[in-house]
């Protein structure tokens, strides 16, 4: 009896513990997953990668990330997705055309809550390798914890 009391102990902690620890980890890799979707959007635009599905006709400006949080007023410009997405688009023609390239939502339970609205969307150029909305700092909030992305006037990103 007192043994499988303590088992029932000890399997009790390891899964409280087993919990904690996933529900962090989902947390850091949606931080992990951000801070490539930005890197990617920097690499195309220094690279003039141009989509097959994107900018079709057109000259390709540059690539922009934009941020679609319940803090920063709602859905993304150009789909009909919820709040908590970020998009890539590829900027095409005068800069006004935006084509979609990808769309990914965060986790269940994981939130962008910045209020710095000069991040809300971070434009690489390919021409001049300009880029807008940064330096500035995102912060993802789940499951009590917080990991925040740190970008410098390069657009290179930290995670802290």
Known sequence: MVVF???????????????????????????????????????????????????????????????????????????NAPSNFYEIYAVCGSGLDNSLVSSKKLPDNVSIVTNDTDCTEIKFDSLSNYITGVPCSIKLQGYGATQTLSLDSGGNVAIN
């Open 5 to 79: 009391s303590l088992v029932a102990i000890v399997s009790g902690i390891g899964l409280a513990s087993f919990v904690s620890y996933s529900r962090k980890q989902t947390l850091t890799q949606a931080a992990y997953d951000f801070k490539l979707t930005i890197e990617v959007a920097k690499f195309n635009a220094l690279s003039s990668i141009k989509q097959s599905s994107s900018c079709s006709g057109d000259s390709l400006v540059g690539y922009k990330v934009v941020l679609c949080a319940k803090s920063l007023g709602g859905t993304c410009p150009g789909s």
